[in-house]
């Protein structure tokens, strides 16, 4: 034992505050979990008076011990109490492992919010994705367009992949939305005339160099987005495009055409 753990031990006024957490009643313990001393929570876990909103009040608190956060963990109370395994996950100082075991018990929008909560570490944010992207199969429609309006930017590329027109459409929206998932979708089987036409007109991405040749290597795109976009490229693009095996023999003759105008 240290020296400055035996000072505190010994000292008469933390006896007192021990014996307290170990005696209060209900009341008394709203002020003793926000004792400074982590031996005084530890005591507190052993009060029978100790309750659920209790434990919520401590778990508010941003500065205690992963022991202790893994001593409040193993309490009886955690296992019937929805609430406490909510308010774990969200102290950011709950050990990795104890999130691990608690993110499946969570709802749907439990953890798009953890994704977003101000101190949320990286770890916790990516298990957080991974749990809500393996529900999105049995996730109905209306919570998916909520995602897709709200949520993170690996969870928007999942639900963009889904091809959906509605889906595409709120995915959009989002401003978290990486182009690098939108040139993914354009160059898979699951893009058509409709989703492919959102992206073109979406005044974020219609401007962009890669996402207009992207649109223009589809065989799906629309005639009319050849329209628009050949006349802005370059002679060399427009011969690599004419190159390309995924693109329709009409699409073809809208490049041939746009290069013999030149």
């Not at 998932?181 to 005339?193: D, E, K, N």
Request: charged residues 25%; contains cysteine; aromatic residues 4%.
């Amino acid at each position: 034992m240290s020296e400055a753990n035996s000072t505190e031990r010994l000292d008469p006024g933390l006896a007192r505050r021990l014996h307290g957490a170990l005696t209060a009643g209900p009341d008394e313990l709203f002020q003793l979990v926000q004792d400074p001393s982590h031996e005084v929570l530890r005591a507190l876990l052993k009060n029978p008076r100790l309750g659920e909103d209790h434990l919520l009040s401590l778990l508010k608190r941003r500065d205690l011990s992963e022991d202790l956060l893994k001593a409040v963990f193993r309490l009886e109370k955690v296992d019937a109490s929805h609430r406490l395994k909510v308010a774990l996950v969200f102290n950011p100082g709950t050990p990795g492992a104890v999130v691990q075991t608690l993110l499946p018990q969570l709802y749907l929008f439990e953890l798009a919010n953890l994704c977003h909560l101000p101190g949320v570490t990286p770890d916790q944010k990516v298990a957080a994705e991974r749990v809500i992207i393996q529900r999105l199969p049995t996730t109905a429609l209306g919570n998916k367009l909520t995602l897709a309006r709200r949520g993170t930017g690996a969870v928007v590329a999942e639900l963009f992949k889904e091809g959906d027109a509605r889906l595409i459409e709120a995915c959009l929206l989002n401003s978290r939305l990486k182009e690098a998932a939108i040139l993914q979708f354009l160059g898979s089987s699951r893009a058509t005339a409709e989703t492919i036409s959102a992206v073109a007109r979406h005044p974020r991405w219609k401007s962009r160099p890669n996402i207009r040749l992207a649109i223009l290597k589809t065989p799906h795109t629309p005639a009319v987005w050849f329209t628009l976009f050949l006349p802005a490229l370059r002679i060399p693009e427009l011969n690599n495009l004419l190159t390309s095996r995924r693109l329709t023999p009409r699409q073809k003759m809208l490049v041939e055409e746009e290069l013999k105008k030149r």
